[in-house]
T-cell receptor, first 112, second 115 residues
């Protein structure tokens, strides 16, 4: 059973388009993280959101944590080929052991 | 800079062989994790460890065991490799979580093929 449902699984768009990736759950998380993974590498943290309703911006990327801390979204404005990669959301349920629950990922391809 | 290294980038083994995957981190992190990554299935947690000699099962521990004899090193063992264990294996480490959660730092992965 997947604790975090991530959608869409695949996204193929042209340079300059906007896109949104969703991460949903019926469970509450103490924080939600977004990672990006490039081919041949491990995932790298982009952002952590902690407070319900929080919005964080990282250049053209906007991350939002739902008010109830059960869902999150990643919005990319004017996507570029360099944004291509696998985007993973991961939820922290407050365990002192540091365990994260990962979504299945969204493979984004941005064509020039 | 945190560095997590994995012993091999690519590994090819035969069915029934015992396979060791090694992971070393250099930032004195308490927690270490082993995941496998398969297309469409995301990252699935196999085992994790929160201290030397301490381990916890993740979601898919069957067919695997782990060893953590030193804080910086976490090994994943496939006692008798099978073809369905062909996958990308990722190791990660993290500090004990604070109020803002804790980032996991990943190694580059080991692509294991079992023939």
């Amino acid at each position: 059973t997947q604790l975090l449902e991530q959608s869409p699984q695949f996204l193929s768009i042209q340079e300059g388009e906007n896109l949104t990736v969703y991460c949903n759950s019926s469970s509450v998380f103490s924080s939600l993280q977004w990672y990006r993974q490039e081919p041949g590498e491990g995932p790298v943290l982009l952002v952590t959101v902690v407070t319900g309703g929080e919005v964080k911006k990282l250049k053209r990327l906007t991350f939002q944590f739902g008010d109830a801390r059960k869902d999150s979204s990643l919005h990319i404005t004017a996507a570029q080929p360099g944004d291509t990669g696998l985007y993973l959301c991961a939820g922290d349920r407050g365990s002192t052991l540091g365990r994260l629950y990962f979504g299945r990922g969204t493979q984004l391809t941005v064509w020039p | 800079d945190v560095k997590v290294t994995q012993s091999s980038r690519y590994l090819v083994k035969r069915t029934g062989e015992k396979v060791f995957l090694e992971c070393v981190q250099d930032m004195d992190h308490e927690n270490m994790f082993w995941y496998r990554q398969d297309p469409g299935l995301g990252l699935r947690l196999i085992y994790f460890s929160y201290d030397v000699k301490m381990k916890e099962k993740g979601d898919i521990p069957e067919g695997y065991s782990v060893s953590r004899e030193k804080k910086e090193r976490f090994s994943l063992i496939l006692e008798s490799a099978s073809t369905n264990q062909t996958s990308m294996y990722l190791c990660a480490s993290s500090l004990i979580p604070g109020l803002a959660g804790t980032e996991q730092f990943f190694g580059p992965g080991t692509r294991l093929t079992v023939l």
